[in-house]
């Protein structure tokens, strides 16, 4: 007996978001279970051997082994699948492992990628130290700066990657622009689109081609496991990324994979909420006297404001602001605040705060966390669920004794 497609989820491509959240890609067992059942399994056992040589010829469908494909994973990767409009999705282990399956089962040696240079640490070694040793060459430059990206994209350079809104500094790349400029040279675009989360940025509407998630930030969104995923064409799949991740091995657990099914179906309204309070939060901070500057894609004074209304359908959980003097300053008020806690993840329902520059980016030469804007009073706030009023609280307190 195998689990089938719940015969509702037909009309799943009709659905709204949040519809598709709760419903999307549900497999039913024999059993009729309301949650989506957990398949804790390594393998699949078969009727006969007629039928296991047929399923490893790809001549019938259905299951093998966990490594390739699992009844809970298929569930996520459906439902994720249907959330961004995308026609394949693959999921990972973690988010790491779903940008650097997309790259490198891509890639190959003579290739050139360029990147912005405001990315995730790990990503940021993906492109800057890995993928060299390999004989691919890589350009890292300010995503902000449409000339930047003219001048780096050429002939030969068969990849861009960038993330959107950047970690920690919270700037853009206009993903509409570069992917025009890609498409230009046949580069394909790759977007870590994990500070935006799916529900308010749409990147492959933009023109984007690959979109790459850690599923352990918003979509779990409760702190409990990791995971990853990668949405892109049949084509990516079946050309690259397909065999790459079944003879490589970066699969998502089945149990996690259950553990964010039900993180999908609360991700909007988790998402709304976290918004409105990081937009709370972020025009509190933005008068406060021991604060030099706050960035924040909703405000009108986030230096790329009108391109954050343009691609962005929502301003996003997270707030940096610098505290006046500098780590000494960052520190006594990372140590006074009480509700949130200092933590180096994020999206999660607790809100976490942390100090990029000793933390995420002190891997970094000093100048080169310069010219990302990490400043060493530089904080970045991933606001949880808990009320504002208490949040603003606890983060004026912890103000009061920074200085
Ligand atoms: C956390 C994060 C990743 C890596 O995800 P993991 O699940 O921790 O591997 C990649 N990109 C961005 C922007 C992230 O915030």
Not at 199 to 225: E, F, N
Request: charged share 20%; hydrophobic share 40%.
């Amino acid at each position: 007996m195998t689990a089938k497609p719940d015969e509702n989820t037909d009309a799943a491509e009709d659905w709204a978001p949040a519809t598709r959240l709760v419903h999307g890609g549900t497999l039913r067992s024999q059993f009729g279970e309301t949650s989506e059942g957990l398949f804790l399994t390594q393998g699949y056992v078969y009727e006969s051997a007629e039928q296991a040589e047929a399923r490893f010829k790809n001549e019938e469908p259905g299951y093998q082994y966990s490594r390739f494909a699992n009844p809970t994973v298929t569930m996520f990767e459906e439902r994720v699948r249907l959330l961004e409009g995308s026609e394949a999705c693959r999921a990972t282990a973690t988010g790491m492992a779903a940008v650097t399956s997309a790259l490198m089962s891509y890639l190959s040696a003579g290739d050139h990628v360029v990147a912005a240079r405001a990315l995730f640490g790990s990503c940021r070694y993906v492109v800057e130290d890995l993928a060299p040793r390999f004989g691919i060459a890589s350009t890292l430059i300010d995503g902000t700066d449409i000339e930047a990206w003219k001048a780096a994209i050429r002939p030969g350079t068969k990849a861009v990657f960038f993330e959107t809104p950047s970690n920690p500094t919270l700037d853009l790349v206009d993903i509409k622009a570069v992917s025009e400029l890609a498409h230009a040279v046949g580069a394909l675009v790759f977007v870590d689109n994990v500070f935006a989360t799916p529900m308010l940025q749409r990147p492959l509407q933009l023109g984007a081609d690959v979109v790459m998630y850690s599923a352990t930030k918003h979509i779990d969104g409760q702190g409990r496991c990791l995971g990853g995923a990668v949405c892109c064409t049949q084509q990516f799949l079946d050309d690259h990324l397909s065999v790459f991740l079944r003879q490589t091995g970066p699969s998502m657990s089945p149990f996690n994979a259950w553990v964010l099914l039900k993180g999908l179906e609360t991700l909007p309204l988790r998402v709304k909420a976290q918004c409105e309070t990081a937009s709370t939060i972020a025009d509190h901070l933005a008068s406060h006297p021991a604060i030099d500057r706050i960035l924040f894609p909703g405000r009108s004074d986030h230096p790329q404001a009108e391109l954050a209304a343009r691609q962005m359908s929502g301003p996003g959980q997270i707030v940096a602001f610098a505290v006046k003097g500098g780590k000494e300053g960052a520190f006594r008020f990372l140590n006074a605040l009480k509700i949130i806690k200092i933590s180096n993840n994020l999206g999660d329902a607790k809100s976490l705060i942390t100090h990029p520059a000793t933390t995420t980016h002190q891997r970094l030469k000093p100048e080169v966390r310069a010219e990302l804007g990490i400043c060493d009073g530089l904080v970045r706030l991933s606001v949880g669920l808990e009320d504002a009023g208490d949040l603003i609280a606890d983060l004026d307190m912890a103000l009061a004794a920074s200085s």
